[in-house]
């Protein structure tokens, strides 16, 4: 598949074709922000936190991550899916993209996993493969806010997102959206402009941004610090966390034992099922609850 002619984009500057993950793809991202990122900074990401990822960027922390089974995967089944929607869609011509940045707002780079350009409408379309192991019943936010930001920076106002989630294909359509753009210019600059004055991002509850603040401060001293008010609040929030917990628990068993051998529990909201639990297994083990947002 041959990358994308540039020409084509003269709103968007285009910086270089790299193949993934090489040390000149690397080097091309480190310094700006991706789409793959505007969601942590957005607080959408629960695989990171915005305070992890720049504590990564400014080097503090190693961004040690080197994949896993289900991102080479879905690195290796790119490909192919890209193929099998160009063969749906034979209007399109579908193009490896390249990376871009953003004239105004040069610390915006785009690297979609594929343009196509429709040759009855002569519009260009941003296209993002995902896989998941479970169905899709919507695009997860953070997925809605990359594709919105690699149209943003390359000046393209539809998105396809192809989704093959539990083995059924989906495709997502995505129109361009200035609010939601605009909202998310304004925190992405705001989090550059933290990475230029090494200010620190808000803090958040998130379980990635303790691990970070963990892996800065690797040694143990003798000396003392006068917590104050700090250590009151943290006190008071073991107590809070400890008995939400021993109530959490509780609502569990209660939800398991009305569940039965059901594989699925909802609540009734508006006249319409609502999914609340569901109980899964692996490898035949003994079922577990899983509770959904």
């Known amino acids: 598949m041959q990358f994308v002619n540039p020409e084509h984009f003269p709103q968007a500057v285009h910086i270089g074709d790299f193949a993934g993950n090489t040390p000149e793809w690397h080097e091309a991202r480190k310094n700006s922000i991706g789409?793959?990122?505007?969601?942590?900074?957005m607080g959408l990401n629960q695989w990171e936190s915005?305070?992890?990822?720049?504590?990564?960027?400014?080097?503090?922390i190693p961004d040690s991550f080197e994949g896993n089974w289900a991102t080479r995967l879905g690195t290796a089944f790119e490909?192919?899916?890209?193929r099998l929607f160009g063969e749906e869609h034979p209007e399109l011509d579908i193009y490896r993209a390249g990376t871009f940045t953003h004239p105004e707002h040069p610390y915006l780079h785009a690297n979609p996993?594929?343009?196509a350009y429709n040759r009855e409408t002569g519009e260009w379309i941003v296209i993002e493969v995902k896989t998941a192991r479970y169905a899709w019943d919507f695009v997860p936010p953070h997925y809605q806010a990359q594709v919105q930001h690699y149209m943003y920076v390359m000046g393209i106002c539809k998105a396809v997102i192809v989704a093959v989630a539990g083995m059924e294909w989906n495709e997502f359509e995505i129109e361009a959206d200035d609010f939601q753009q605009a909202a998310q210019l304004d925190l992405a600059s705001k989090f550059y402009e933290s990475l230029q004055?090494?200010?620190?991002?808000?803090?958040?509850?998130?379980e990635h941004t303790y691990q970070a603040v963990r892996y800065q401060h690797p040694q143990i001293d003798d000396s003392d610090v006068d917590l104050g008010t700090l250590g009151l609040q943290l006190k008071n929030a073991q107590a809070m966390a400890e008995e939400a917990t021993s109530n959490f628990n509780m609502l569990k068993s209660m939800v398991a034992d009305t569940m039965g051998y059901a594989k699925t529990g909802y609540v009734t909201i508006d006249g319409k099922p609502v999914k609340v639990a569901s109980r899964q297994s692996r490898r035949d083990g003994v079922p577990f609850l899983v509770i959904h947002k």
């Open 79 to 82: 490909e192919p899916i890209l």
């Open 113 to 115: 996993d594929a343009l």
């Open 197 to 206: 004055t090494q200010e620190k991002p808000e803090w958040d509850g998130s």
């Open 50 to 60: 915005a305070y992890a990822l720049w504590a990564k960027k400014l080097g503090l």
């Open 35 to 41: 789409g793959s990122e505007i969601g942590t900074i």
